[in-house]
């Protein structure tokens, strides 16, 4: 496999998950419950309530990609590259996040200077620092999965990433009869690791072919991804107090787990054109900025313009603001940021006791 090929139908994926997400947010999550946001986006809801499975999508994606990234590296210029692309749109989005909470002072947002400072280390929750907007979460899990590859790596060990996957997973199922120590559950990610762990089998079918071992490991995951949605919509709908279907939520999981599966065997190639890349670089700081200065916006405009506009402005406004992060703020500052980490490494190393 060409280590230069760029798959950009993941760019599409990307930007359909995080527009999922997006929608379940602005036109469900807010309203819901916990007083995020005052307006309803009834019946609309019925649909977008599904959204929450795009960052299931997100981790399959992450686990696809991410192993590609790694292959044919070492762990320093792993860690420097998955450095370079989350921490400047991050520090960016943080930033703007907590300035908007500050001046709107919406009574049910804020901020406080030591919270700010925590988070922008993207592992603040780690210590008990409140994340400044929730989506946030997500950023832990993948860096979770970033430092098992940043181990493998490290150890020489990531041509034995199946026997890897089929432990992860063993545990993972392991995890839901047996009762493990936190620490453990805290790495081993149970409630997610199937998508990681799917995406990175497409990957190796991608590259290596089918086999056995990988099709037992492909259909053992989904399983384990299907026996998860049972609890995850119950886990909704006591929250939320709406009704889910598990069979809804099933046929959307398959859904991804058939485009991964397309897109392996070269079906998609319709999709795989460059101008996907547009789409897919919004992906990030659209979702990091979205969730509290979109419900911000809804409640100080409530009673003052339809908020189906309202609605429509705070969506286009987030899709330009994430094209300005990606311009001026990832292009600019990421590359940079990336060489700096792998010289400042390398000194570290050379440097005599």
Avoid at 51 to 80: H, N, P, W, Y
Avoid at 145 to 154: R, T
Wanted: hydrophobic share 50%; aromatic share 16%; glycine share 4%.
């Amino acid at each position: 496999m060409n280590t230069k090929e760029r798959f950009y139908e993941l760019d599409l994926l990307r930007f359909i998950a995080a527009f999922a997400v997006m929608l379940y947010h602005y036109t469900f999550r807010g309203y819901a419950a916990d007083d995020m946001s005052v307006l309803s986006f009834a019946p609309l809801d019925v649909v977008t309530r599904y959204g929450f499975l795009g960052v299931e999508l997100f981790f399959m994606i992450s686990g696809f990609v991410i192993l590609f990234t790694a292959q044919g590296s070492t762990a320093r210029k792993f860690t420097a590259s998955r450095v370079a692309r989350l921490y400047p749109a991050f520090w960016a989005c943080l930033s703007l996040t907590a300035i908007i909470t500050v001046l709107f002072n919406d009574p049910r947002y804020s901020v406080s200077l030591t919270q700010y400072l925590a988070n922008l280390s993207m592992v603040s929750s780690v210590f008990g620092v409140e994340d400044v907007d929730g989506v946030y979460w997500t950023l832990l899990v993948e860096i979770k999965f970033y430092l098992m590859i940043f181990l493998l790596l490290l150890l020489g060990l990531l041509h034995r990433i199946q026997i890897f996957l089929f432990i992860w997973l063993a545990c993972s199922v392991a995890s839901q009869f047996v009762s493990l120590p936190y620490s453990i559950e805290f790495f081993l990610m149970p409630g997610n690791s199937a998508y990681f762990i799917s995406g990175a089998t497409f990957f190796l079918i991608r590259r290596e072919g089918f086999s056995v071992s990988k099709v037992v490991l492909l259909l053992s995951s989904y399983a384990y991804a299907i026996y998860l949605c049972s609890g995850d919509i119950k886990i909704l709908s006591d929250h939320y107090q709406a009704e889910y279907s598990w069979a809804v939520t099933a046929t959307i999981i398959t859904v991804f787990y058939i485009l991964f599966l397309f897109m392996t065997l070269k079906k998609l190639e319709l999709l795989n054109q460059p101008r996907m890349l547009t789409l897919g670089v919004l992906t990030y700081p659209l979702y990091l900025l979205h969730q509290n200065i979109g419900y911000m916006i809804f409640n100080l405009s409530e009673g003052y313009v339809s908020k189906w506009l309202v609605l429509l402005g705070v969506i286009i406004l987030m899709m330009w603001l994430s094209l300005m992060v990606h311009k001026h703020i990832e292009k600019r500052f990421g590359p940079s940021l990336k060489r700096w980490f792998e010289v400042s490494t390398v000194q570290r190393k050379t440097t005599p006791m």
